[in-house]
């Protein structure tokens, strides 16, 4: 049977999955003062950052509208989705609205919306996962019932040069930004199993940041000869690949992959910002 896999943009893709016709980015809307930017493939990192850089006001993010998901419902046998964590987005709840229309004019259709309960590249592993799963002729209902239990043992740990675009928009609590980047300390941050942020621990510096969390990887990482790792970074690629390499050495990872973030993800993890998930 045909599939098809929707996934918001907060998904970093790689260049293989950006080629899949499988694989369809449902795009989110970024405002920064009066300019919109739309979370395609026109997106301009650099200029975005310079914007994010020089503007006062907060940036704000728009979650596709249900209409954004629902017109590529018919375009396959089975419809599955994948979106950034429903704490910290509408658009999971935006495919599930969409998801509900669709199913009460066709009730035997199989479509099904995954909450990553992350983001970045956290939402590309769980694409990668589909596709291994549809690719061994995996049912739908073992897609579903395989690719849920693979997020819930999904890990992301992530350190960033700037909390200013997390604080702002209300995604950190308990935590003095202000005070952390005046004192040059950057967290180390993990996603929760329901999708929410949590702070691990702190260092002074991005390189000191950087591995204390490759530390952490490797204190809790089971099973990692069947696992992929995968970093999202935000113009960093260097540190990116620095960060792959020493945990490489010293995990066994099966594979691995690098990502730059695309626009939400880079409203977020702000310049020099790194994300690693397995």
Do not use: W
């Amino acid at each position: 049977m045909s599939y098809i896999i929707l996934c918001d943009s907060c998904a970093d893709l790689t260049p293989e999955l950006k080629a899949n016709k499988n694989v369809v980015s449902i795009p989110l809307t970024i405002t920064v003062d009066d300019k919109e930017i739309i979370d395609d493939a026109t997106f301009d990192q650099a200029d975005f950052l310079a914007r994010m850089k020089a503007s006062k006001e907060v940036p704000k993010s728009s979650c596709p509208a249900p209409d954004e998901y629902l017109k590529h419902f018919d375009e396959a046998d089975e419809v599955y989705a994948v979106t950034l964590s429903g704490n910290l987005s509408g658009s999971y709840g935006s495919a599930k609205v969409a998801a509900d229309m669709y199913e009460e004019e066709n009730p035997s259709k199989k479509v099904h919306i995954f909450d990553s309960c992350s983001a970045c590249a956290g939402e590309t592993l769980l694409v990668l996962k589909i596709i291994e799963l549809k690719e061994a002729g995996a049912s739908f209902e073992e897609v579903v019932e395989k690719v849920t239990e693979y997020r819930d043992i999904k890990k992301t740990k992530f350190v960033l040069e700037s909390l200013e675009s997390l604080r702002k928009n209300g995604r950190l609590t308990g935590i003095k930004a202000v005070i952390a980047e005046a004192l040059n300390i950057k967290p180390v941050m993990a996603g929760t199993v329901e999708g929410n942020i949590e702070k691990l621990g702190q260092a002074r510096g991005i390189d000191k940041a950087v591995a204390l969390m490759i530390s952490y990887v490797e204190k809790d990482v089971t099973d990692p000869e069947n696992r992929i790792l995968g970093i999202s970074h935000c113009n960093c690629y260097e540190r990116a690949v620095a960060t792959r390499d020493e945990l490489m050495k010293r995990i066994p990872f099966k594979d691995s992959f690098i990502v730059d973030t695309a626009g939400i993800s880079s409203l977020y993890a702000n310049d020099g910002g790194l994300v690693v998930v397995y």
